[in-house]
């Protein structure tokens, strides 16, 4: 089983910057995928980023170039380096772990950009 808890979210202006984390615990032993989802109200959860054991990315279109995700192995930990944002990134982001063919959730953070 593994437990996710986040941090970081919070309010900012547009142009600013946030970073989130996500500390993973449990029994685990190399966790094959990490990454982040959002929700805005109204609209289906989506993906943001995701990073491999090997520290293979994949960004969303609208977020490249503008968010960083990055791990830490040892740690069991995934961040996400959130610059330049813009009104229409506010939403509950959600920390996503992949191990052991099972997907695991945070409970989220709120991410509001005030324009």
């Known amino acids: 089983q593994v437990q996710l808890v986040e941090s970081g979210g919070g309010l900012v202006q547009a142009g600013g910057s946030l970073r989130l984390s996500c500390a993973a615990s449990g029994t685990i032993f190399g966790i094959n995928t990490m990454g982040w989802y959002r929700q805005a109200p109204g609209k289906q959860r989506e993906l943001v980023a995701t990073?491999?054991?090997?520290?293979?990315?994949n960004y969303a279109d609208s977020v490249k170039g503008r968010f960083t995700i990055s791990r830490d192995n040892a740690k069991k930990m995934v961040s996400l380096q959130m610059n330049s944002l813009k009104p229409e990134d506010t939403a509950v982001y959600y920390c996503?772990?992949?191990?052991?063919?099972?997907?695991?959730w945070g409970q989220g953070t709120q991410v509001t950009v005030s324009s």
């Open positions: 996503y772990v992949f191990y052991r063919s099972e997907e695991y």
């Open positions: 990073i491999t054991i090997l520290g293979r990315t």
